[in-house]
């Protein structure tokens, strides 16, 4: 009977070590999901809007980008990677998440998932008629595309297992009270009651769901309302002095609408066989960064860091602009939209939550 050696004994253990060290790296490296779809406005547009010649909200230039890995302007409106890229990375799906118009995208592109959002976008097809974005409604066209190409890489059965699996994230919404009831009241006359309109713009919303759902898609994180009250672009619209504080009722109208998601989305779920349907809390989040900003590193959360951030956004937050010395240190990028820090403080706690929500 043969008998280990201390060296050769030493030796075994080190390697029985690295062996269950490598396979516990490989396993936490391991994607949750096979891919990411991504569908909404400018907080989840990756660069679709760079290839749509039509719209009048593109990020294709400093500072937008200013943080990235080669510091140029992608598409991606704020100075960083947007929620997309981050909630990807830390899903071990990819780093970056292409927007779908981008032309040559790649077999791997394709098979781990794309952007389909367009800034500017909304649930209600009127938003997009003065942004000439791609609306949320008009989003699937592309998505009925991406399924040709996927199925043609991977082939039929492969392909709808990736869809059937991947991780649909849906975020949009504040376009649609910005553009039609809050600063231009379009929908005013139709609604005169701003909860008649949140009404509407979630019977939109289920629809587009339901829509996806029959498309083969059956996980989904759907974004409510952040405290649309602090946005800095809506303290600039009732406020033309230097004194700038929330707007209370938008912030009341953001809890109503969010409450009224939040009872939906277990109704859709339950009436669309083996789906999973996730909220995603964006405005608590945010309310506690406003609340408690030293908590998080902020030191300006009422302004932008491009420009003035009282009203530059898209193609007035531009290489003229002066930007704030230390990005981090701001919740917000341009007078919309959140910074990279913000974007990485909320993909932390959605992180926790759908690995929670995985194992549910």
């Known amino acids: 009977m043969s008998t280990f050696q201390p060296k050769t004994f030493t030796l075994f253990i080190a390697t029985l070590l690295l062996s269950s060290c490598n396979a516990a790296a490989n396993t936490t490296r391991q994607p949750l999901f096979p891919a990411i779809l991504i569908f909404g406005d400018s907080t989840v547009d990756t660069g679709n809007n760079n290839y749509h010649a039509q719209t009048i909200f593109k990020a294709k230039h400093l500072p937008y980008g200013i ?4 510091h ?78 996927l199925k043609s890489i991977a082939g039929d059965k492969k392909a709808m297992e990736i869809i059937n699996n991947a991780l649909v994230v849906i975020s949009a919404g504040p376009n649609d009270f910005i553009l039609n009831y809050y600063d231009i009241p379009s929908r005013r006359l139709e609604f005169p009651h701003i909860s008649g309109y949140q009404d509407f713009v979630l019977k939109k919303l289920d629809n587009f769901v339901r829509e996806l759902y029959s498309l083969g898609c059956r996980k989904f994180m759907v974004g409510g309302l952040p405290p649309m009250g602090c946005l800095p672009i809506q303290m600039t619209a009732k406020f033309h002095n230097a004194v700038r504080f929330c707007l209370e009722q938008e912030n009341r109208d953001s809890v109503l609408y969010n409450q009224k998601l939040q009872k939906l989305l277990p109704q859709i779920e339950a009436s669309l066989k083996g789906s999973k349907i996730l909220y995603s809390n964006v405005y608590d989040p945010m309310m506690d960064m406003m609340q408690n900003p030293s908590k998080y590193g902020f030191k300006e959360t009422k302004r932008g860091c491009c420009g003035t951030g009282h009203l530059e956004t898209s193609f007035m937050c531009n290489a003229f602009s002066p930007t704030c010395r230390n990005h981090s240190e701001f919740l917000f990028f341009d007078s919309i939209h959140p910074s990279e820090a913000t974007y990485n403080y909320m993909a932390n706690l959605l992180d926790t939550q759908i690995r929670g929500w995985l194992q549910a």
Not at 67 to 70: E, I, K, R, V
């Open 67 to 70: 943080d990235l890995p080669n």
């Open 72 to 149: 140029k302007a992608s598409g991606r409106f704020t100075n960083g990677k947007t929620f997309s890229d981050i909630i990807a990375t830390k899903l071990n799906i990819k780093q970056f998440v292409p927007p779908f118009l981008q032309p040559n995208l790649s077999d791997q592109d394709i098979v781990t998932g794309v952007c389909f959002a367009s800034a500017g976008a909304g649930y209600d097809d009127r938003t997009s008629l003065s942004t000439q974005a791609v609306s949320v409604s008009e989003q699937p066209k592309m998505f009925k595309s991406y399924i040709a190409r």
